[in-house]
């Protein structure tokens, strides 16, 4: 039996760190974006999911709002040029947008797998922790 995650939250930190959100025994990612197809360890499928688009989009809101307070007070030091400023700025923003997107990632496949959407329908992480809870006690 998989250790199946007790709350939504554990699953999702889970898939943030890159494990599998079902077991965390055994890594998400096959590749930088690519889930693996079923969890060597638990056997979930993982090619179900949906996420599409949202990754990035949690990716560029952190980032902005993390760098917007740094470019505020980068802007007003008049003694750093401005290219160095877009340089500094462009190399922050690239670094943390590369180090958000595997974990959004994993995070939001977490949350479709608990929350039974997109392919996962009828198959909810939520439903399955709870028959397990059922069964045991």
Do not use: N
């Not at 949906?50 to 952190?62: G, N, S």
């Amino acid at each position: 039996m998989p250790d199946l995650p007790k709350t939504l939250s554990v699953a999702m930190k889970r898939g943030f760190l890159g494990k599998c959100p079902r077991c965390g025994g055994t890594h998400l990612f096959a590749r930088f974006l690519k889930p693996v197809d079923r969890c060597g360890l638990c056997g979930q499928d993982w090619t179900l999911h949906a996420a599409d688009d949202f990754p990035p989009y949690v990716a560029i809101i952190v980032t902005g709002h993390v760098m917007a307070p740094f470019l505020i007070i980068l802007g007003a030091m008049t003694a750093i040029s401005m290219w160095l400023e877009i340089g500094g700025a462009t190399v922050m923003a690239v670094a943390m947008l590369m180090g958000l997107l595997q974990p959004a990632k994993g995070a939001i496949i977490a949350l479709q797998w608990w929350m039974g959407m997109a392919g996962f329908a009828g198959r909810s992480g939520k439903v399955e922790v709870e028959a397990a809870i059922t069964a045991g006690g």
